[in-house]
């Protein structure tokens, strides 16, 4: 049975009828594969793949032919979410013309239905122009990575007045560009409900409490799979590195013992051909 293709008029519609949005993460075929099937509505192909992929220490390195190849391995595996595309670092800032032929790369060579880009007021023309090329865009406030070394630190973003205030008016701008959702990252919980009131169009959050329209988190977060840092926001669903690493354990010890492989793991051949060989 084909399965409905999920589209920004479904997420409007959900945002409308108070139906949480649900959004996770992914970067590889598998994963997308599971996310997918699990019935998500968006699978965003983070930036974040520069931490939990590529082994980098922030997402400044990652580059748009990093993004294209995973965000093609994603499509494959996804029939029914929006799959959004995330802008990496310089794709979209040097110029408007430069951000609408990347972002076009996303759908055309790609497959994606959308992209996703950091930043208020500085990127309102960006938006517009990405927008009027046919192009849904989400957008990303509070802490935005990719400007970590303005921002001084994975911090809460939005806690005093000036920056709350400067968050309230940006997300008013991105609606007024087009974009069709606003991500809310690290962003006090009744900050994050005034921003979702005060807009028409979803608010996603991560690490911004209940009162957003949608969550995402990212999948390696939730499944235990990065070894890394993890913020207070997430909630770890699972704990598969440690199950990676004692299947990885128990393999090595068994070819060492020479228990694996097992005869059920053997192809065998004909007596008379092997006969023959000797
Ligand atoms: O890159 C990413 O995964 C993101 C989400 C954390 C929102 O931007």
Do not use: W
Not at 75 to 101: H, K, N, T
Not at 121 to 144: D, F, Q, S, W
């Amino acid at each position: 049975m084909k399965q409905e293709k999920i589209t920004t008029a479904i997420v409007k519609q959900k945002k409308a009828e108070g139906r949480p949005i649900t959004v996770l993460t992914a970067y590889d075929f598998p994963m997308a594969k599971i996310v997918d099937e699990a019935g998500i509505d968006i699978i965003l192909v983070g930036d974040s793949m520069g931490n939990v992929v590529l082994g980098y220490d922030s997402t400044i390195p990652v580059t748009m032919d990093d993004m294209v190849h995973h965000v093609k391995a994603v499509c494959r595996g996804a029939r029914r979410a929006m799959i959004v595309a995330d802008m990496p670092f310089l794709s979209y800032q040097a110029s408007e013309e430069e951000a609408v032929r990347n972002a076009g790369r996303f759908l055309k060579e790609a497959g994606a239905q959308a992209v996703k880009l950091e930043g208020g007021a500085e990127v309102v023309g960006v938006v517009r122009k990405i927008v009027n090329a046919g192009i849904p865009v989400m957008g990303h406030l509070g802490l935005t990575p990719q400007s970590i070394n303005q921002l001084g630190g994975f911090k809460v973003q939005g806690k005093d007045e000036r920056v709350a205030k400067k968050m309230i008016a940006d997300a008013k701008a991105l609606e007024e560009a087009g974009v069709f959702s606003v991500v809310l990252e690290c962003v006090p919980a009744p900050l994050a409900k005034l921003i979702t009131e005060s807009i028409g169009v979803a608010t996603i959050g991560i690490g911004a409490s209940p009162y957003c329209d949608g969550q995402v988190l990212v999948i390696h977060d939730i499944l235990g799979l990065y070894p890394g840092f993890t913020p207070k926001f997430v909630k770890q669903y699972a704990n598969l590195h440690e199950q990676a690493a004692a299947a990885v354990k128990q393999y090595k010890e068994e070819v060492e013992a020479r228990a694996f492989p097992a005869p059920e793991h053997c192809f065998g051949m004909s007596e008379e051909v092997l006969e023959k060989l000797y």
